[in-house]
């Protein structure tokens, strides 16, 4: 995974609450066997409505998404933050997210970005009105900058999920940050133990 230091962009407002996984990825997308691709099942139910805020023409080439309250919510598939991800959001910004979903999306680098109820109903409105506001997410500051709307907000992010973000550690790469301990390991197990190859 690539390193997530700051993302600076566009946004679409997705003012709903209670987005849950089989929304943002709908179950017949689930048949994938491969981890791309998903971007084009992302809230496809609701694209079939020529209405619908992902169809408008003014939010093309966006990289953050702002929704309402308990985003991500429902089951725990991975797809959800794959889709997202695939279709080019690289940060969403809610009043609050389902824990599964959110350590899902820290996984990949997806940067999921906690505000106040009143802060995003600000970037909803804002965005709403003017697609080409523009959003700046500071990973290591933790902050959220959007100066014609006066909002310069802090999120909360753990240090171990920064530390993630920053480096660009997925699962693997966390684990390939200790080879030398896991070779010393496997060196000292009796013979007849199975063996790790690779």
Not at 82 to 104: C, H, M, T
Not at 167 to 190: K, S
């Amino acid at each position: 995974m690539q390193a997530v230091r700051e993302v600076v962009g566009t946004a679409v407002p997705l003012d709903r609450a209670d987005v849950d996984t089989d929304q943002i990825i709908p179950a017949e997308w689930l048949k994938r066997v491969e981890r791309t691709g998903f971007g084009a099942g992302l809230f496809s139910s609701w694209r079939k409505d020529p209405d619908f805020v992902l169809n408008d023409p003014r939010y093309d080439g966006a990289s953050i998404l702002v929704a309402g309250p308990n985003f991500g919510c429902g089951s725990s598939r991975e797809h959800a933050p794959w889709a997202l991800e695939d279709y080019g959001f690289r940060a969403v910004i809610a009043p609050s997210f389902a824990d599964i979903f959110r350590g899902n999306s820290a996984k990949i680098g997806l940067l999921t970005v906690e505000l106040p109820a009143d802060e995003v109903r600000a970037l909803l409105d804002g965005v709403g009105h003017d697609p080409t506001l523009e959003i700046t997410i500071d990973v290591e500051r933790r902050t959220v900058v959007v100066p014609e709307l006066g909002i310069e907000g802090s999120f909360a992010l753990d240090d171990f999920a920064q530390h993630r973000l920053l480096n660009g550690l997925d699962d693997i790469g966390l684990t390939e940050q200790h080879t030398e301990e896991i070779a010393a390991f496997e060196a000292g197990r009796p013979d007849w133990y199975p063996r790790l190859t690779g």
